[in-house]
């Protein structure tokens, strides 16, 4: 468990769960390698199931634990980590840019996880290993089109260069806790209590804007 940006005896204002869903091999287990512990292996196995790992950090001087989830792409997995979607705010749809169908799979996972998950579930499109831009196979016009049709976040990463890694993550965590720090005012105000503030160890948390967001920050190999 990697507790990065936090301290173990800090109070847990929040604690987000994110599942990491795609085809089998596109990277899910390095991309929360990376973020998690800013690890890459080159030897990964398959993933059997469902693992998860967690980080804690401060946004916004709350302190927010995010718990993610990696689930296994094999299909003769999906009907036992279709339940590990409950309870998820956060879901990161991945895709390895260097195989056509892995992003064709994309409409396939987003409906499964739309049967599952809670409608106001924040969504982000990763197309990932855009290290190999000799070899994509999918053109970012293509996934920025299904992105915004479908109104999810989309950015493209490298787990092994740990480009845009960190900052997809950041950005998902940012968005739940823009929709989860509204409720929970919007709660405060109707029992008329006053959460008031912690004091915390900030950290440097870019701020979203919402367009450019849902548009995506794309890498390309030069």
Known sequence: MSNLYGDYNQKIDYVFKVVLIGDSAVGKTQLL????????????????????????LVLDHKTVKAQIWDTAGQERYRAVTSAYYRGAVGAMLVYDMTKRQSFDHMARWLEELRGHADKNIVIMLIGNKCDLGSLRAVPTEDAQEFAQRENLFFMETSALEATNVETAFLMILMEIYRIMSKKTLASNDQDGGDSGLLKGTAIIVPSPE???SRKGGCCFSS
């Open 33 to 56: 390698a990376r973020f998690a512990r800013n690890e890459f292996s080159v030897d990964s196995k398959a993933t059997i199931g469902v693992e998860f790992q967690t980080k804690t």
């Open 210 to 212: 919402s367009d450019a």
